[in-house]
């Protein structure tokens, strides 16, 4: 299958990346927040994005900060509680997000997840921690401690 090597959105270029075999990924570098992250596209199997992949990353890449913030507002009330360490209680309460390296994950259904790759919290240790959206809606943290549990 001949897939496109770039794809322009308005408020980003999506470049395409190797992947393992099946699989397809286009990723580009989003300015906003601190320091920006990135928006990729992954459609497994390999094929060219879906026009609602497409819809998602283009709304994603031109409300990058927006979002970030939005994940980062749910992750502090959703993590905050005796559940956690008191380390992590304190990291929470603190005035900078313990959370960085945003990267958001859009597939082909145009479903979509905000991971940070960097987190200071033991739940995001290794793997990072995500948020999964609706729409522009944060609606749950995904631990990413054990990326083999399906």
């Known amino acids: 299958m001949d897939l496109p ?8 270029t ?6 393992p075999e099946g699989i397809a990924c286009w990723v580009a570098g989003i300015e906003g927040g601190d320091g920006g992250g990135t928006v990729s596209i992954v459609a497994e199997p ?3 994005p879906t026009a609602e992949a497409l819809e998602t990353a283009q709304g994603i890449a031109s409300e990058f900060a927006t979002l970030v913030d939005a994940a980062t507002a749910f992750l502090a009330e959703e993590l905050a509680g005796p ?3 008191a380390r992590d209680q304190a ?13 958001a994950v859009v597939w082909q259904d145009g479903t979509w997840m905000l991971r940070f790759a ?18 522009r809606t944060p609606v ?11």
């Open 14 to 19: 999506l470049i395409r990346i190797d992947a």
């Open 91 to 103: 990291l929470l309460a603190g005035e900078q997000p313990p959370f960085g390296a945003p990267e």
């Open 118 to 135: 960097e987190s200071a919290l033991e739940i995001g240790e290794e793997y990072g921690i995500g948020v999964m959206f609706a729409g």
């Open 5 to 12: 090597d770039a794809i322009e959105l308005d408020a980003a």
């Open 83 to 85: 559940a956690l360490s």
């Open 140 to 150: 749950a943290v995904e631990d990413l401690s054990d990326p083999d549990e399906a």
């Open 46 to 48: 390999a094929e060219a």
